[in-house]
């Protein structure tokens, strides 16, 4: 079965850092772009930051410039999102999402990407 799972969310007051992790299971990540997503309650999802499956090309939204970074391990199959400096806005489910584009492209709209995890929850709050 294809799926990609995510782990690492859990409760960390502001200020405090985590990484997550997104595994894939079944298929290589080699060929995907992959980018991670996050929804609040009452909020759309929105993109947060996205790398390419060649040269790991990245981008990131705009809220978590200079807090965030993405980064990918093809022989673990595995892409991370290591957050610091959090804030209670990042508070959200966080997914990660794939889709097949052999380049240095990677997108940050929902809608761009094929296979999706299921999420994990990240909450900041003292």
């Known amino acids: 079965q294809l799926q990609l799972v995510e782990s690492g969310g859990g409760l960390v007051q502001p200020g405090g850092s985590l990484r997550l992790s997104c595994a894939a299971s079944?298929?290589?990540?080699?060929?995907?772009?992959i980018g991670w997503f996050r929804q609040a309650p009452g909020k759309e999802r929105e993109g947060v930051s996205c790398?390419?499956?060649?040269?790991?090309?990245?981008d990131y939204a705009d809220s978590v410039k200079g807090r965030f970074t993405i980064s990918r391990d093809n022989a673990k199959k595995t892409v991370y999102l290591e957050m610091n400096s959090l804030k209670p806005e990042d508070t959200a489910v966080y997914h990660c999402?794939?889709?097949?584009?052999?380049?240095?492209?990677?997108?940050?709209?929902?809608?761009?990407?094929?296979?999706w995890g299921q999420g994990t929850q990240v909450s900041v709050s003292s």
């Open positions: 079944g298929f290589s990540l080699d060929n995907y772009a």
């Open positions: 999402a794939a889709v097949v584009r052999i380049g240095i492209w990677c997108g940050l709209l929902r809608g761009e990407y094929t296979k």
């Open positions: 790398i390419s499956s060649r040269r790991g090309i990245r």
